[in-house]
């Protein structure tokens, strides 16, 4: 890193009261790490590891304890969920990182604890969205569960018992809150929720600007009464949040396998399938050709397909036949923008191609609908929106997400999600964009 550009990075985490863990490989080791027959992408791979993987990872800040990931630009001060797993299985990548990345999941359980100190019983064991550095307050909602997938990528790159000790009986925990306090009827479909009763943390559970939310309401739990409820429960059942459990189940239970718990895969299992059934009865439109969210209580469908609705591909929830047709449809005009996939349909009216998951386009859900497409079969498809995310990058530089039509960057440059620009290659998901770990 140029001793300048340092100075400035340093600089601006400092205004903040962060200070970055700089130092943590070389330009050079980086460079060593991937084989590539081209010089651009030997480029793009060391900047996505320089900036959107090492220069993410923090000191110790109030509240956590241990070294923590930063999303990146001046309003994202915590550790997210989502955010931090493709960091993670990045940085397991690089040798000595054991014990860092044991760290960063250590703050997630850290504050399932303090949480669950003033929790009432069916709150405990709840993980916030983003554990926020102090003074900020403390988020009342949790975010796309997809904590047990980052964990199983971790292993499957080092090979980390210690790892798994620490984190499979407290994701079983987190897993077991999320179906008691979002899957309110049994059906294995989610809600999204909010502690504080806000409409819009709620939203921020999931894809937040989504068009499916547009008139979600927020209620009391349907079923559970008592003085100290409140309308912490959104009326809408999203299918993005239910797949990344269903996802992240299978991560649970495969890992279970792996140390020799049987019982516990048994259970997850169980969950998983409740939450495959349940989708494709309720959720599943042949005509959209997708997965669709349904009001909670009637079950109703809510016509319009968003980003959300691609995320069964990643779980494994299609059947081969209903796979066949999301592919078709993804396919098609309405999802095929010059740069794809946009965050709704854009035959919608609400379709604006910059507009934040209302038409914009972002790499990480791009990465995880092409692994998706890619595991049924569909390699010409999953192929083309990764190397036309790999190729918007190299022209327009590595940004939070980008305009559907022409390409260019929006949000904060460098956003540790996009990161996934790199994974989607690593994973052999492109076919002209080509670059491996040596």
Same mark, same amino acid.
Do not use: C, E, F, W
């Given at each position: 890193m140029k001793r300048r550009r340092f100075l400035t990075t340093t600089a601006a985490w400092s205004a903040l009261g962060m200070s970055p863990r700089v130092g943590l490989a070389s330009d050079a080791d980086l460079g060593a790490l991937f084989e590539t027959d081209s010089p651009e992408l030997l480029t793009l791979a060391k900047r996505v590891m320089e900036k959107c993987v090492l220069e993410k990872v923090m000191d110790p800040t109030p509240p956590l304890e241990r070294q923590w990931v930063v999303p990146g630009g001046p309003h994202y001060r915590g550790q997210w969920i989502w955010d931090t797993m493709f960091v993670v299985d990045l940085l397991a990548l690089l040798p000595g990182r054991d014990g860092l990345i044991r760290e960063i999941f250590g703050n997630y359980w850290d504050f399932q604890d303090r949480w669950n100190e003033t929790a009432p019983g069916y709150a405990r064991d709840m993980i916030t969205v983003a554990i926020k550095t102090a003074p900020q307050e403390v988020r009342q909602f949790s975010q796309i569960p997809i904590l047990a997938w980052g964990v199983e990528r971790v292993f499957q790159r080092t090979g980390d018992r210690k790892l798994l000790a620490q984190c499979l009986p407290r994701l079983e925990r987190f897993h077991d809150w999320f179906w008691r306090e979002r899957?309110? *009827?049994?059906?294995?479909?989610? +809600? +999204?929720?909010?502690y504080s009763?806000?409409?819009? *943390?709620?939203r921020w559970e999931t894809f937040d600007y989504e068009c499916n939310m547009d008139d979600m309401r927020m209620t009391r *739990?349907?079923?559970?009464?008592g003085t100290d409820e409140g309308p912490w429960y959104a009326d809408v059942c999203v299918p993005g949040n239910t797949a990344y459990l269903i996802m992240g189940e299978r991560s649970l239970a495969r890992l279970a396998e792996v140390v020799g718990d049987g019982k516990m895969a048994a259970r997850r299992r169980k969950r998983m399938e409740q939450g495959v059934a349940g989708m494709r009865e309720h959720m599943w439109d042949e005509e959209a050709g997708t997965f669709l969210s349904v009001k909670r209580d009637s079950l109703e469908k809510i016509p319009v397909a968003t980003i959300g609705s691609w995320i069964p591909l990643t779980a494994g929830v299609p059947t081969r036949a209903m796979a066949a047709r999301m592919a078709e449809v993804l396919g098609s005009p309405a999802w095929q923008t010059p740069l794809p996939v946009p965050t709704v349909d854009r035959t919608d009216s609400r379709w604006k191609s910059n507009a934040f998951w209302r038409g914009d386009v972002w790499p990480s859900?791009?990465?995880?609908?092409?692994?998706?497409?890619?595991?049924?079969?569909h390699h010409n498809l999953a192929a083309d929106i990764a190397d036309k995310t790999v190729a918007n990058a190299l022209r327009n530089g590595i940004n939070e997400h980008y305009d559907s039509v022409s390409g260019k960057g929006l949000g904060v440059p460098d956003y540790c999600m996009s990161s996934t620009i790199l994974t989607m290659m690593l994973d052999g998901l492109t076919k002209e964009h080509r670059l491996s770990v040596s």
């Open positions: 899957d309110l *009827h049994s059906n294995g479909l989610l +809600v +999204v929720g909010s009763g806000k409409l819009q *943390h709620a *739990h349907p079923n559970r009464k859900t791009n990465y995880q609908i092409a692994s998706g497409l890619a595991a049924y079969g």
